[in-house]
């Protein structure tokens, strides 16, 4: 097993795929029922373009990507593992000490299939829902950056499908099917998690996805990857790398939505959001709305506060906490509390339970400090323009449909709220369809100009791969 990837092979791969004829079969019977999904459920109208993509070649660190025009449906989808750690223990749990597994454990065949086809099952989700976007892009960049994390997402799902393919038999082949055939948003046969069946009309909403719900990735890919199912961990090391630019996309997208909307505030003197807005950029509420929603159904992904599901998982060596083994604990949390906050007495207040039982919320509240961080940055961007207002993140217990604010109405700043308080307050915290409908007027078609960008965004500081913003990051044909 090497870094460099086999490019010869019909399925490129670091994984000496041609030694395993089975095995091979099998995913090349799945690549082409692959490539119809992607013609029929991926980037609309994209099929003859020429993008500017980056493709991995090496799983080392330095030069894991090469730039070049590529077809969309040419790209080089494929099986890359980091390379094995010589003498690997699990970390955590009941197995602490012991050498990871090569193959599944046969106790913890079904719970490990559970976490790969959940995983595996957002990465065409997201495309699914991103698949109209190419149509009223601002920018080439933008352009090519979505088709960007296109397409390493449907990387993503083959890492997960050739899991399924090898470590799960017939059982495997059968969930790899099955991830091809359910949709986003469908009512009879819908993606497993809730965020994954939410539209994603417009590009704040893309923006505000790549930021919040890509992150969720981030964490989750970072718990998994100290799974001690090795070829589980080291895929996940390997995905981490991709999904920093995903996340970089959001960040960057939502910082130029807000620049340019304090920068046009700013130049008019002007705060009242129907005036920003008459001058064709995005009002801050507007902008602020669109994240509560977007925070709120990512912080669903996480799952309940109180998790069995979770602590399983983690005793027995399945899934860690974030950086598990940069912890310093005893990582089997046989004594451990963690607080992880409830509604009592028409209140929100703390509640400890047991760590084991808690990870769901551990790592929730992990990523909220990371969000919180991000938020900060694009609050620079107002403070700079000299404008009083600030983008928040709502209280965790707001707008959520998993876990124990489930059952109640949290408003913003974190108050008990009755039914009718939550009616009145909700229109004003999350998006409506007149947001909706603004915010798809000003993206009405595309911007194609090479170095030209839509008014409702400023331009980013720099090309991708050093080249130019006037670059042609997409050829049409
Ligand atoms: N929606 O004990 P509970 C990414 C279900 S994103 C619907 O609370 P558990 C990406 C749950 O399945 C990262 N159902 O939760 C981002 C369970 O169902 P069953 C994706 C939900 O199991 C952008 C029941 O409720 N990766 O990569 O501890 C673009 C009770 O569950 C939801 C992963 O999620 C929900 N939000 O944890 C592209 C990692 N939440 O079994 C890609 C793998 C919970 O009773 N998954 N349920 O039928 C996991 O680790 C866990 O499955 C979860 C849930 C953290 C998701």
Redesign the pocket.
Known sequence: MTGSVNYGDRIPNNVDLGRDRVLQRALEHWQPQYIGWWYDMGPAESRGYDVYLRTAISVEPEGWAVFDYVKMPDYRWGIFLAPPEADRAINFGVNKGRQVWSEVPGEYRSPLR??IV??GD??P??VEQQRMLGMSCPSLYDLRNIYQVNVE?GR?LWAMVYLLHRYFGRDGREEAEALLERRSGDEDNPR????FNEPTPDWLAFYM?TFF??R??KF??A??AESGFDPLARTCRFMLTEEAH?MFVGETGVGRIVQRTADVMAEHKIENPDQVRDLGVIDLPTIQRYLNFHYSVTL?????EV????AT?FTNGL?GRYHETAIQDDHVLAEAMYDVGDVAGGNVASKDVPALSAL?ARLRDDYIGEVQAGVDRWNRHIEHAGLPYRLTLPHKGFHR???YFADHHISPEGRVLTDDEWERGSRAWLPSERDYAFVQSLMSGRVVEPGKFANWIAPPRTGINRQPLDFQYVRFN
């Open positions: 559970r976490l959940t995983q957002t990465e989700a997201s997402e993503h497993i998690l809730g965020a996805f719900t890509d969720d990735g989750q890919l718990s998994l995903h669903d992904l996480f799952g309940s998790s069995s599901n979770a998982f899934k769901n449909a998993i876990g």
